[in-house]
Structure formats: C-alpha cells, structure tokens
C-alpha cells in the first residue's frame, strides 16, 4: 500500500482526507503537534511529530513517504482570515516560511507528489458576481489569503518530474468534526434553536468528503494532467436562512428564521477543472443529509 504523509490530519479539514485515503487503501502517517486521540480515526495511522518551524530539519518525517498532503495551518482558534492575532510576523513566520521548509524538505527526502490545501482567500476581493478561475490574478486582501497565494507560488517553483506538485483552492468546509469536537455550525445551530438572533449571511460551501476526494484525485491522476497546478473546490452558494431552514423542519423548531442573505454580490467558484479528472460535489443532497446527521 502506498503512504501518504498528512500534515494537520488531526484538524478540522485534515480529518476527513485522512479517513477518506484510509476509506481508499493508504496507509497513513499523519504529521503535527500532537497525536490523535485513540479511536479518532475509524481505523489506526502512525503519527509523526512535525511543525511549521522554517528552522526545523524534518527531513526524516518522510522516510519511505510516497505522497505529501500538506493541510497544516497555525492559527488562532476558530479563524483563519484574522488568524494572525497580534503576531502577524509569527504567523507569516510558521505559515508561509515554514510550509515552504516542508515543501523542501519533502521534495529532498524523494516524495513524489505534494498537494498543499489552499484556499479561495488567495483570490481576493474580485467584482460582485464574477465566477472565480483558477486562471484569474490573484488579490488577496488578508494576511491568510496572502501566506497561502505565496506557499502556492512557492511549490509550484518546486515542481519538476521528480516532484509532481498541485494546489487545492477549498471554500467553506462544513461536516462532523469528528469525535470529541463540535461541527462549524454548531454555534449557529445552537442559537437558532435558543430563539436568538442570527445574522444572515452568504457564503460558498463544500462537504469536507468531497475536499478529500478531491485531494485523492490529485494524488491519482496523470502527471501531466496537474503537475503545478491549482485547482478550485467548491460546491454550492447557501446562506444561513437556507441551512437553518433545513434545521427547522427537521426539529419542528418554533422559531423564525433570519432574513434571507444577499447572494448575488457572492463570488462563486467555478469547478470545471477539478470536474475534468472526474471529481463531482453532492451538492443540496448532501447538505440536507449532513444537517440531518448534525442535528
């Protein structure tokens, strides 16, 4: 079986790739601070410890390492935008010089492939309605959104036949969070069902699954076809009117819902090159089937 080295495994994002390659057949080591909890994942995975540290030498963290997935991010609790507090030096430090460290460090140990987990921050603020492009100049308005155009542009500067590289744009990832840990709504579902107010608000979301069937598409596919690539993952525009709506009518709950959100100003993502290696989102389906777990 092959190995796939997963940084920030145990995060929100990072767990589902982990499950998903282990649901497919990898054998997975994961990298970060800490180890997993037993019984965190659904079947067992070796653990490596790993920082984002541009001064650590962690080169021996990919022995016998086919793949790299790079999911590792510091951050404040619960923000990424913002996430740099008052230490926007140590956070560019970590995020950016220290991802670049691995990237190297990956790519000199004899790893064959990396994919790095961006985000449609890199974008920026673009005009109210364009569909975003993996082809369209980046912008970023934020400190998040400029660490990780920068460690994109970094591994593709890295990429060659040795080192098959790609990076994933994700939106908004909704799902269980796993065992021990609440889901991203949790909040707001909690206050809804309190009969407290909730702000409408737009935003593009994608199920944490298909995040990792994504990732493992990169991991599986022709060379040719991603080698220093960016590909966007994304599935639907929703608000929190239509996810609570859903809430609502399977608790019964008494309770307005917010007003609806303004949508068409959002910035959808646009799919088709990750749809070209027969990637596929679940779209309303999966959303009412995750909401209905959630509840």
């Known amino acids: 079986m092959t190995r796939v080295l997963v940084s920030g495994g145990t995060g929100y994002a990072g767990r589902f790739i ?43 963290a990919f022995d016998n390492v086919y793949y790299f997935v790079h999911a590792a991010f510091d951050h404040l609790p619960g923000k990424y935008r913002g996430g740099e507090g008052d230490d926007p030096n140590g956070f560019r430090r970590a995020n950016l010089d220290g991802t670049v460290r691995l990237f190297e460090a990956a790519r000199d140990a004899g790893v064959r492939r990396c994919v790095f987990l961006s985000s449609r921050a890199a974008y920026g603020p673009q005009a109210p309605g364009t569909l975003l492009t993996e082809d ?44 021990g840990r609440q889901h991203k709504w949790a909040s707001l579902f909690k206050d809804y069902l309190a009969g407290k107010p909730v702000e409408p608000r737009a935003g593009t979301e994608v199920h944490g699954d298909d ?18 690539e960016t590909f966007n993952v994304s ?23 917010p007003p609806a959100a303004e949508t068409t100003a ?7 090159k990750i749809e070209t290696l027969s990637w596929k989102p679940g779209g309303m389906d999966l959303l009412r089937q995750t909401i209905e777990r959630l509840a």
């Open 211 to 228: 995040v990792a069937r994504a990732v493992r598409l990169l991991l599986e596919s022709d060379t040719v076809r991603i080698n220093g």
């Open 266 to 272: 959002c910035n959808a993502m646009g799919t088709c």
């Open 18 to 60: 982990v499950e998903h390659l282990l649901a497919n057949g990898y054998k997975v080591t994961v990298g970060g601070r800490t180890a997993p909890e037993p019984g965190f994942y659904s079947k067992s995975v070796s653990f490596v410890p790993m920082r984002l540290d541009p001064d650590a030498d962690q080169i021996e």
């Open 136 to 179: 369209m100049h980046g912008k970023p308005d934020t400190l998040y959104g400029e660490v990780k155009l920068q460690a994109e542009r970094s591994l593709l500067s890295l990429c060659g036949h040795g080192f098959v590289t790609a990076s994933l744009r994700a939106t908004g990832i909704y799902g269980p969070a796993g065992p």
């Open 235 to 257: 599935d639907i525009l929703t608000d929190t009117r239509e996810i609570l709506s859903i809430l609502q009518r399977l608790t019964h709950c008494p309770h307005p819902l």
